[in-house]
């Protein structure tokens, strides 16, 4: 059976059961947040026209080969993309629109920090055809916003999520946990205030240091002190798996929790496979091509990124085959980091062949379920997940 779903699938293209999204990505923000390692750029001054227009001409270029295609979802990330002026999102969006099919699903994400919120502005996206905000507003209280470098209140983040409720159709947000002195109760005080608010969809995600930023630096000095250990890390991790299956919000992802069919369209095109084009300054791509899948990628300097739009009619910087074997590895690594899991029938007969003793042998010890064609991990497990990774693939 597997291997005729795998014959298949080799006659159709194996994005195609992921599906088709755009990325944009707006390099800029007000401030760099210390836990940050994201593309993203403090600068004085920007003309948004200049960048106006060298999205709409990658957004052209982009489309040449894949305008007969139905596109899903598009997301506005960064950065800050609620710092864009909202003609240039309403001229991005015309533009969408004048090159693709849009799904009847179709989904339109944009990314906002509570500091950016104006309720004009909102409006203003909204009417352009954004119908989903993701708010990062990371701690519920002052002290920890202060000391994770946000330019917000709590007060400011609760008033930016009614904005945000009052004017798009579906409202996300991030908490970060596993804060410097914070305690579990902390963080289940925490919790339960931020299930109060009501919102169909949240990103919940621990703090991790990594090396290039302030918080980074600081670690390694000696200096960023009182971080949970990892037990304590590990039982947040559970308590927030309960507390969200609790309220009807599992996890359909790693960090990623949402009430039945509030799951974020684009990111799920991410973790099953699908292709996506990537436009902006270090933003990446996965596009198939007359039957090979490419890794694409564009500089990560917004002025390298502006200059080569303007001088040479593109932003892209690479453009890699990716073989079967690398594409395969890809989508079982992303795949089992959701609720939903692998579909054994994408993946060739060669590979089940070298995994299948893995795979039983993790079933037996709980770590991995088996269902028909699919294996997923189960979600009070997706902690282990990189070793169990290791432990199926190498």
């Given at each position: 059976?597997l291997?005729?779903?795998?014959?298949?699938?080799?006659?159709?293209?194996?994005?195609?059961?992921?599906g088709?999204?755009?990325?944009?990505?707006?390099?800029?923000?007000?401030?760099?947040?210390?836990?940050?390692?994201?593309?993203?750029?403090?600068?004085?001054?920007?003309?948004?026209?200049?960048?106006?227009?060298?999205?709409?001409?990658?957004?052209?270029?982009?489309?040449?080969?894949?305008?007969?295609?139905?596109?899903?979802?598009?997301?506005?990330?960064?950065?800050?993309?609620s710092?864009?002026?909202?003609?240039?999102?309403?001229?991005?969006?015309?533009?969408?629109?004048?090159?693709?099919?849009?799904?009847?699903?179709?989904?339109?994400?944009?990314?906002?920090?509570?500091?950016?919120?104006?309720?004009?502005?909102?409006?203003?996206?909204?009417?352009?055809?954004?119908?989903r905000?993701?708010?990062?507003?990371?701690?519920?209280?002052?002290?920890?916003?202060?000391?994770?470098?946000?330019?917000?209140?709590?007060?400011?983040?609760?008033?930016?999520?009614?904005?945000?409720?009052?004017?798009?159709?579906r409202?996300?947000?991030?908490?970060?946990?596993?804060?410097q002195?914070?305690?579990l109760?902390?963080?289940?005080?925490?919790?339960?205030?931020?299930?109060?608010?009501?919102?169909?969809?949240?990103?919940?995600?621990?703090?991790?240091?990594?090396?290039?930023?302030?918080?980074g630096?600081?670690?390694?000095?000696?200096?960023?002190?009182?971080?949970?250990?990892?037990?304590?890390?590990?039982?947040?991790?559970?308590?927030?798996?309960?507390?969200m299956?609790?309220?009807?919000?599992?996890?359909?992802?790693?960090?990623?929790?949402?009430?039945?069919?509030?799951?974020?369209?684009?990111?799920?095109?991410?973790?099953?496979?699908?292709?996506?084009?990537?436009?902006?300054?270090?933003?990446?791509?996965?596009?198939?091509?007359?039957?090979?899948?490419?890794?694409?990628?564009?500089?990560?300097?917004?002025?390298?990124?502006?200059?080569?739009?303007?001088?040479?009619?593109?932003?892209?910087?690479?453009?890699?085959?990716?073989?079967?074997?690398?594409?395969?590895?890809?989508?079982?690594?992303?795949?089992?980091?959701?609720?939903?899991?692998?579909?054994?029938?994408?993946?060739?007969?060669?590979?089940?062949?070298?995994?299948?003793?893995?795979?039983?042998?993790?079933?037996?010890?709980?770590?991995?379920?088996?269902?028909?064609?699919?294996?997923?991990?189960?979600?009070?497990?997706?902690?282990?997940?990189?070793?169990i990774?290791?432990?199926?693939?190498?």
């Amino acid at each position: 059976m597997l291997s005729q779903n795998w014959s298949r699938l080799l006659t159709a293209e194996p994005w195609r059961a992921g599906g088709f999204g755009l990325y944009i990505h707006w390099p800029f923000c007000q401030a760099k947040c210390p836990y940050c390692d994201f593309n993203s750029h403090v600068v004085k001054s920007i003309d948004q026209d200049r960048w106006a227009r060298a999205y709409l001409s990658e957004l052209d270029r982009v489309a040449e080969d894949t305008s007969d295609r139905i596109l899903g979802t598009v997301f506005f990330g960064g950065g800050t993309p609620s710092l864009m002026d909202p003609k240039i999102v309403d001229q991005i969006m015309d533009r969408i629109r004048a090159n693709w099919s849009l799904a009847n699903d179709f989904e339109a994400t944009m990314e906002a920090n509570p500091s950016s919120v104006e309720a004009y502005r909102f409006q203003a996206y909204r009417a352009a055809g954004v119908d989903r905000v993701s708010l990062g507003i990371q701690a519920l209280n002052d002290a920890d916003l202060k000391a994770l470098g946000r330019l917000h209140s709590a007060d400011e983040a609760k008033a930016a999520l009614d904005i945000a409720g009052s004017t798009f159709d579906r409202v996300s947000f991030d908490l970060i946990y596993a804060r410097q002195n914070q305690s579990l109760t902390d963080w289940e005080v925490e919790l339960t205030k931020a299930l109060s608010y009501g919102t169909s969809h949240m990103s919940l995600y621990q703090l991790t240091i990594e090396d290039g930023t302030a918080f980074g630096e600081r670690f390694k000095a000696g200096k960023l002190r009182d971080l949970p250990d990892d037990d304590l890390a590990a039982d947040m991790f559970e308590l927030t798996q309960t507390k969200m299956n609790d309220a009807g919000m599992p996890a359909y992802e790693v960090s990623n929790h949402a009430k039945p069919g509030q799951e974020s369209r684009h990111n799920l095109i991410y973790w099953r496979g699908g292709d996506y084009l990537g436009i902006g300054p270090g933003a990446h791509g996965r596009i198939t091509d007359n039957g090979t899948r490419y890794g694409t990628e564009t500089p990560l300097a917004p002025s390298v990124w502006l200059t080569a739009v303007e001088d040479s009619g593109s932003g892209q910087s690479v453009k890699t085959p990716i073989t079967p074997d690398e594409a395969e590895t890809e989508y079982v690594m992303m795949s089992l980091r959701t609720s939903e899991g692998t579909d054994l029938a994408r993946l060739s007969p060669a590979l089940i062949d070298s995994i299948s003793f893995k795979i039983n042998s993790l079933v037996d010890v709980g770590l991995i379920i088996q269902t028909d064609t699919r294996i997923s991990v189960p979600a009070e497990k997706r902690v282990l997940l990189n070793a169990i990774l290791k432990e199926l693939l190498t």
